[in-house]
């Protein structure tokens, strides 16, 4: 059976978490919503929450986070950097999961999910992107970045699906007269969140045209519209000649 990859939540304000299936094998990456929102938005999709394997988290801001008590409740394994898992206070809950090599996640032998972590750059202890691998598809979920390096851009490399942060369109990030100029400098630093373009730009160079699904995610809400993203997006790929529906498919969620 193919594998599931279903975006429940995403953003500063709903929070992030991404739910990954197949038929033997299921997790979540991050657990942003309250918990009892996770069990609401997974039973709405028909997925079970007593059948889940593992929970991967992206790093320890509360929306990545606030609803670890999912993991309690049903009793699952909590897997993060040592850094996160030591800001959220799980370091005697989780597995230390380490960047190097194919060890994260193997709870089957046969019908296998293996679990990639990768360092990426944001404000937080030690946050992960996971590159997942199952039987018939590679997923990466990119959350909160400031930057693209390269390692990044390795690790995710040849995905089928790409879970990528489109955070702000720069011109209403630099427009908004709500946020102070402390606010704005953070979250364009490298340590802060993807903009539409370096997105657009990082996809330019990852996707290949053989049908990948990518789906952009932690829009904010103040900085941002779908419409921007996803014409910045398609904007860099139509330079590569590749052609949303024909080459990709493209979702703002
Ligand atoms: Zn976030
Ligand atoms: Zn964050």
């Given at each position: 059976?193919?594998?599931?990859?279903?975006?429940?939540?995403?953003?500063?304000?709903?929070?992030?978490?991404?739910?990954?299936?197949?038929?033997?094998?299921?997790?979540?990456?991050?657990?942003?919503?309250?918990?009892?929102?996770?069990?609401?938005?997974?039973?709405?999709?028909?997925?079970?929450?007593?059948?889940?394997?593992?929970?991967?988290?992206?790093?320890?801001?509360?929306?990545?986070?606030?609803?670890?008590?999912?993991?309690?409740?049903?009793?699952?394994?909590?897997?993060?950097?040592?850094?996160?898992?030591?800001?959220?206070?799980?370091?005697?809950?989780?597995?230390?999961?380490?960047?190097?090599?194919?060890?994260?996640?193997?709870?089957?032998?046969?019908?296998?999910?293996?679990?990639?972590?990768?360092?990426?750059?944001?404000?937080?202890?030690?946050?992960?992107?996971?590159?997942?691998?199952?039987?018939?598809?590679?997923?990466?979920?990119?959350?909160?970045?400031g930057?693209?390096?390269?390692?990044?851009?390795?690790?995710?490399?040849?995905?089928?699906?790409?879970?990528?942060?489109?955070?702000?369109?720069?011109?209403?990030?630099?427009?908004?007269?709500?946020?102070?100029?402390?606010?704005?400098?953070?979250i364009?630093s490298?340590?802060g969140h993807?903009?539409?373009?370096?997105?657009?730009?990082?996809?330019?160079?990852?996707?290949?045209?053989?049908?990948?699904?990518?789906?952009?995610?932690?829009?904010?809400?103040?900085?941002?519209?779908?419409?921007?993203?996803?014409?910045?997006?398609?904007?860099?790929?139509?330079?590569?000649?590749?052609?949303?529906?024909?080459?990709?498919?493209?979702?703002?969620?």
């Open positions: 059976m193919a594998t599931t990859v279903k975006v429940l939540s995403t953003g500063s304000e709903k929070g992030s978490c991404v739910y990954i299936s197949t038929e033997e094998v299921s997790v979540l990456v991050d657990v942003g919503p309250a918990k009892s929102k996770i069990e609401k938005l997974m039973l709405a999709e028909n997925y079970d929450p007593t059948k889940i394997d593992g929970i991967f988290i992206s790093h320890e801001h509360g929306d990545h986070t606030d609803g670890i008590g999912f993991a309690d409740k049903f009793k699952i394994k909590v897997h993060a950097s040592e850094g996160t898992l030591k800001a959220i206070g799980r370091l005697e809950f989780g597995k230390v999961v380490r960047t190097n090599g194919f060890t994260g996640f193997r709870p089957f032998s046969d019908h296998f999910m293996n679990v990639k972590p990768f360092a990426i750059s944001h404000d937080a202890m030690e946050p992960f992107g996971y590159a997942i691998h199952t039987m018939d598809k590679k997923v990466t979920v990119l959350m909160d970045t930057c693209v390096t390269d390692d990044m851009l390795e690790a995710m490399a040849d995905s089928d699906v790409y879970i990528f942060e489109a955070n702000h369109d720069i011109g209403m990030l630099e427009a908004n007269g709500k946020y102070h100029d402390g606010l704005k400098y953070r364009r490298d340590i993807l903009s539409n373009d370096q997105a657009a730009e990082a996809l330019a160079k990852l996707i290949r045209g053989r049908g990948e699904q990518i789906f952009l995610t932690h829009m904010s809400s103040s900085n941002n519209t779908a419409q921007l993203s996803e014409k910045a997006v398609k904007l860099a790929l139509f330079e590569k000649g590749l052609v949303k529906g024909k080459h990709y498919k493209l979702e703002v969620i």
